[in-house]
């Protein structure tokens, strides 16, 4: 996979118009979901996922092409995030919250339960966060995911074991 990562990387560099929407294309999805589920706000995710693609073109000269090119762009997808949250943070507005509620009750109460798990990954550590859904919802292996946070996969799997606990901790109360 490096060797079609390497050429399509080197086209887009070349500005060739069909490697770029390919690239995009390709990532797109796995950003955009992983944006949905970091930042908890669909308008924010799709804003920070063009802020993804803008600094990947902008960065894709620095790219190791030894290195896969999806974990690289998940790294970026997280910095992004980050930034995104800490940023937000600093100057919170009232409708960050009005995608919370709701306009109808469930009829069942599985409505509740995915809220409750809502709840309890947002009480997360960014990193135990990041890693629950990275392997969980995106169904990265622990490899990727290692790498597109620059951490030991050691680390990967202490952080995720963690963050089950924690789930299931708040859940359980």
Known sequence: MSAEDAILVKRCLRGEEFAVQSLVERFQSDVFGLCVRLLHHRQD????????????????????SARPLKP?????????????????????????????????????????????????????????RTVFVMFHERNLPYEEIAEA??????????????ARLEMLDKLRN
């Open 72 to 128: 690289w762009v998940m790294g970026i997808t997280v910095n992004r995030c980050r930034t995104w949250i800490s940023q937000r943070a600093k100057k919170p507005e009232l409708v960050d919250y009005l995608h919370e509620t709701v306009a109808n009750r469930p009829e069942d109460d599985s409505g509740e339960l995915v809220h409750e798990i809502q709840v309890a990954l947002k009480s997360l550590r960014w990193e135990y």
């Open 45 to 64: 995710a799709e804003d920070v996922t063009q802020e993804v693609f803008l600094r990947i073109f902008r960065s894709l000269r620095r790219w190791d």
């Open 149 to 162: 946070l620059d951490k030991p996969v050691g680390t990967i799997k202490t952080w995720l074991h963690r």
